[in-house]
């Protein structure tokens, strides 16, 4: 096995990586629009969800781990005579099976889109109860849209989020190109990143504070497809 046919192997599997996370995404639609639905059928029906995403978290884990203990492994014989490379698949099964034995199952429900799947059920449950018990008059058309826009728009590109992410910290939300892009630039600037939004006092943004906002950015859809009909 040669260095650039491990190197294709990992990019293939960065490419895997990416679909499990739109699965993950899509077993969150899924799952709110259960929660929002409320039939005798929800509980069940989220527990299930909440199975397939903690899955899906495990294979995401592992495949993390794959690839970190592959690039360990040949840098590590990188510099060693070819043959070296003939046990090169034997080192990493080994390597792998140690670093996998020591991880919990616990820690899956840190995992980001795991995070983001928990909140989202929150969330939509949260509407769900509120639209059943209230009864309230419908807000002036005109005041509705400012409201909407106020709450859609990125802080960075004061422009409509795609991907809103949710910093668990100050709650605060930003566009996730955006946000991570500004994380990158003080970083490399040596700096911490404060947090956009003006007078709030988190002053040390990290890429590990954001969560998905799954209600956010299907409510940002929906707003769309209305503005669409229109």
Same mark, same amino acid.
Do not use: W, Y
């Given at each position: 096995m040669s260095l650039s046919a491990v190197h294709g192997t990992l990019s293939s599997l960065k490419s895997c990586q990416a679909d499990v996370g739109t699965a993950m995404d899509i077993v969150t639609d899924v799952a709110m629009d259960l929660a929002e639905a409320q039939d005798e059928e929800m509980n069940s029906g989220i527990k299930e969800m909440e199975a397939m995403i903690l899955d899906c978290a495990r294979l995401d884990r592992e495949i993390n781990c794959?690839?970190? +203990? +592959?690039?360990? !492994?040949? =840098? @590590? !014989? #990188?510099?060693?005579?070819?043959? =070296?490379?003939?046990?090169?698949? %034997?080192? +990493?099964? @080994? &390597?792998?099976?140690?670093?996998? =034995?020591? /991880?919990? $199952? %616990?820690?899956? *429900?840190? *995992?980001?889109? !795991? /995070? #983001?799947?928990? $909140?989202?059920? &929150?969330?939509? /449950?949260?509407? %769900?109860?509120?639209?059943? =018990?209230?009864?309230? @008059? @419908?807000?002036?058309? $005109?005041? #509705?849209?400012?409201?909407?826009? +106020?709450?859609?728009?990125?802080? /960075?590109?004061?422009?409509?989020?795609?991907?809103?992410?949710?910093? &668990?910290?100050?709650?605060?939300h930003y566009d996730e190109a955006a946000i991570l892009g500004l994380i990158r630039t003080r970083n490399n600037q040596k700096k911490k990143c404060r947090c956009p939004v003006v007078g709030c006092g988190n002053t040390d943004v990290k890429a590990t504070d954001l969560i998905p906002d799954q209600s956010l950015r299907r409510k940002i859809q929906s707003q769309k497809r209305n503005s669409n009909r229109t």
């Open positions: 794959f690839i970190d +203990v +592959v690039q360990q !492994v040949t =840098a @590590e !014989v #990188a510099s060693q005579q070819p043959e =070296a490379m003939i046990g090169l698949s %034997a080192k +990493v099964s @080994e &390597k792998f099976t140690e670093t996998t =034995a020591r /991880l919990s $199952d %616990a820690d899956l *429900h840190r *995992h980001q889109k !795991v /995070l #983001a799947f928990n $909140d989202s059920i &929150k969330n939509s /449950l949260n509407t %769900a109860n509120q639209e059943s =018990a209230d009864n309230m @008059e @419908e807000l002036d058309e $005109d005041i #509705a849209v400012t409201q909407s826009q +106020v709450n859609f728009t990125c802080p /960075l590109t004061q422009v409509e989020m795609e991907n809103p992410m949710k910093n &668990k910290n100050c709650n605060h």
